[in-house]
Antibody
Framework: EVQLVESGGGVVQPGGSLRLSCAAS????????MNWVRQAPGKGLEWVSH????????NYVDSVKGRFTITRDNAKNSLFLQMNSLRVEDTAIYYC????????????WGQGTLVIVSS | DVVMIQSPLSLPVTLGQPASISCKSS???????????LNWFQQRPGQSPRRLIY???NRDSGVPDRFSGSGSDTNFTLKISRVEAEDVGVYYC????????FGQGTRLEIK
């Protein structure tokens, strides 16, 4: 069974930092692109970042460029999102997800981890 | 950046009636190999999103056949032939041609 389990969310003051983690199991993690997607309270889905299977092909939505860093550890089947200089508008549920484009029945999401940026 | 525009944003539907959601992209979503990377997702209240359709018209397993996707280039549609109570939620299109971008979401409710 495929599982994606996020952790690391919490309450942080503006300007602070958090590191999100996503533990993957049940599929060949190192062969797959991974993404972070966020959803602000009561709002829609927003793609945040993408990383290729080998750690290449990295990109970010403009609003987080220079503040967030996506990495992965294929030996530990783990995905990370280092979030610095956090802003109130970064408050959201953060999901890790495969967002696969080609394969049937291969699209997986975690349950999400809540990040609240507030003073 | 690719912008995805969905309409309508709110969709009240009577049980058993059809529903249709439009999604338009600001650029062509056709890849060099001829594939078109447009997915549809369903997010039920309190749940993580779930993919329904990939590459415009391919349904994932377990997705009822009352859901269908169509379209090409920059114009795409998700249709539900007969809405059931379990279809309540928010529907998103997502392009994968240029990284990833989601539409704003369409909230389907029972009238």
């Amino acid at each position: 069974e495929v599982q994606l389990v996020e952790s690391g969310g919490g309450v942080v003051q503006p300007g602070g930092s958090l590191r999100l983690s996503c533990a993957a199991s049940g599929f060949n993690f190192g062969s797959n692109v991974m993404n972070w997607v966020r959803q602000a309270p009561g709002k829609g889905l927003e793609w945040v970042s993408h990383i290729g299977g080998s750690g290449n092909l990295i990109n970010y939505v403009d609003s987080v460029k220079g503040r967030f860093t996506i990495t992965r550890d294929n030996a530990k089947n783990s995905l990370f999102l280092q979030m610095n200089s956090l802003r109130v508008e970064d408050t959201a549920i953060y999901y890790c997800a495969t967002l696969n484009l080609r394969l049937p029945d291969f699209d997986y999401w975690g349950q999400g981890t809540l990040v609240i940026v507030s003073s | 950046d690719v912008v995805m525009i969905q309409s309508p944003l709110s969709l009240p539907v009577t049980l058993g009636q059809p529903a249709s959601i439009s999604c338009k992209s600001s650029q062509s979503l056709v890849y060099s190999d001829g594939s078109t990377f447009l997915n549809w997702f369903q997010q039920r209240p309190g749940q993580s999103p779930r993919r329904l359709i990939y590459k415009v018209s391919n349904r994932d397993s377990g997705v009822p056949d009352r859901f269908s996707g169509s379209g090409s280039d920059t114009n795409f549609t998700l249709k539900i032939s007969r809405v059931e109570a379990e279809d309540v939620g928010v529907y998103y299109c997502m392009q994968g041609r240029y990284w990833r971008t989601f539409g704003q979401g369409t909230r389907l409710e029972i009238k």
